[in-house]
């Protein structure tokens, strides 16, 4: 069963506006967290934000949030104020907290941000 | 600054042939993972270590398998290479911490032909 699910494969927004970025996740361990990533065309991956399952505030990293509403399963990126560096894919990710933590992701989003 | 290490950028194999990825990370972390990266697939497990010696499956693991002989290194063998196995791989390790991010190599894309 996919643990990860991004059902946005693309994503379009112009410069200076919001974006969200959806995820929902699969889980019965009461202890996990979710991450994000990005991935421009160069390949890298960058981590942008981490949301664990106790956390009472939703994660912020400058023009980074992550809107976690627990009793959905969902935790979806907010990219306030886009700017063109802000192309790239997207993934979302999660471990949990019993067992190995193996570290599992969704097939990602790319955004595409027009001028 | 920290550091995981793929041991090729680009690799090109034959069908048959025996490959090893390798992947090595100098922040002393005990996870480390293997991904492999496919269009419209995402990142899929193929296998992930927890210690020295240790090993567990990911989501898809057939046709690979996995070393770890020092914390600091992890290899992904390639059997018995196959053109399905085309793809880039992406390896990654973390602490044992839940809300410490793993980090990640910069991506070995092997062509087998």
């Known amino acids: 069963a996919q643990k990860i699910t991004q059902t946005q494969p693309g994503m379009f927004v112009q410069e200076k506006e919001a974006v969200t970025l959806d995820c929902t996740y699969d889980?019965?361990?009461?202890?996990?967290?979710l991450f994000w990533y990005k991935q421009p065309s160069s390949g890298e991956m960058i981590f942008l934000i981490y949301q664990g399952s106790y956390d009472q505030q939703n994660a912020t990293e400058g023009r980074y949030s992550l809107n976690f509403q627990k009793a959905r399963k969902s935790a979806n990126l907010v990219i306030s104020a886009s700017q063109l560096g802000d192309s790239a894919m997207y993934f979302c990710a999660m471990r949990e907290g019993r067992g190995f933590q193996k570290l599992v992701f969704g097939t990602g989003t790319r955004l595409l941000v027009s001028p | 600054d920290v550091k995981v290490t793929q041991s090729s950028r680009y690799l090109v194999k034959r069908t048959g042939e025996k490959v090893f990825l390798e992947c090595v990370q100098d922040?002393?972390?005990?996870?480390m993972f293997w991904y492999r990266q496919d269009p419209g697939l995402g990142l899929r497990l193929i296998y992930f270590?927890?210690?020295?010696?240790?090993?567990e499956k990911g989501d898809i693991p057939e046709g690979y398998s996995v070393s770890r002989e020092k914390k600091e290194r992890f290899s992904l063998i390639l059997e018995s290479a196959s053109t399905n196995q085309t793809s880039m791989y992406l390896c990654?390790?973390?602490?044992?911490?839940?809300?410490?991010?793993?980090?990640f190599g910069q991506g070995t894309r092997l062509t087998v032909v």
């Open positions: 270590s927890y210690d020295v010696k240790m090993k």
């Open positions: 990654a390790s973390s602490l044992t911490v839940l809300e410490k991010q793993a980090f």
């Open positions: 889980t019965s361990d009461p202890s996990y967290g």
């Open positions: 922040m002393d972390h005990e996870n």
